[in-house]
């Protein structure tokens, strides 16, 4: 199992980002998948989950209404679209299969995302 995390930078109050996670190890298109973050001295926390063909997603509700998770499983990747970000967004966001916690035990490398002016 291999999940790499990209898409993560430094924006402003307000603005947006597109998370990607290219999965690739397993059978992309049967597993849900979700997104999590982990702030500086915080535990990981999940954050949205896709079920499998993208039927139902959940969001947490720290992001509902701003974050939207999509999917596209003839490239094996997992989308988080980030509006309207916040300072309390700033973390290190991670990719993993399953559809309201984790179920992988294996995470990628994550990716950073700083929210600030």
């Known amino acids: 199992v291999q999940l790499v995390e990209s898409g993560g930078g430094l924006v402003q109050p307000g603005g947006s980002l597109r998370l990607s996670c290219a999965a690739s190890?397993?059978?992309?298109?049967?597993?849900?998948m979700s997104w999590h973050r982990q702030a500086r001295g915080e535990e990981r926390e999940w954050i949205a989950g896709?079920?499998?063909?993208?039927?139902?997603?959940k969001y947490a509700d720290a992001v509902k209404g701003r974050f939207s998770i999509t999917r596209d499983d003839a490239q094996n990747m997992v989308y988080l679209q980030m509006n309207n970000l916040k300072p309390d967004d700033t973390a290190v966001y991670y990719c993993?299969?399953?559809?309201?916690?984790?179920?992988?035990?294996?995470w990628g490398q994550g990716t950073q995302v700083v929210v600030s002016t």
């Open positions: 896709i079920s499998t063909s993208g039927t139902n997603t």
């Open positions: 993993n299969t399953g559809y309201s916690q984790a179920l992988g035990r294996a």
């Open positions: 190890g397993f059978t992309f298109s049967v597993f849900a």
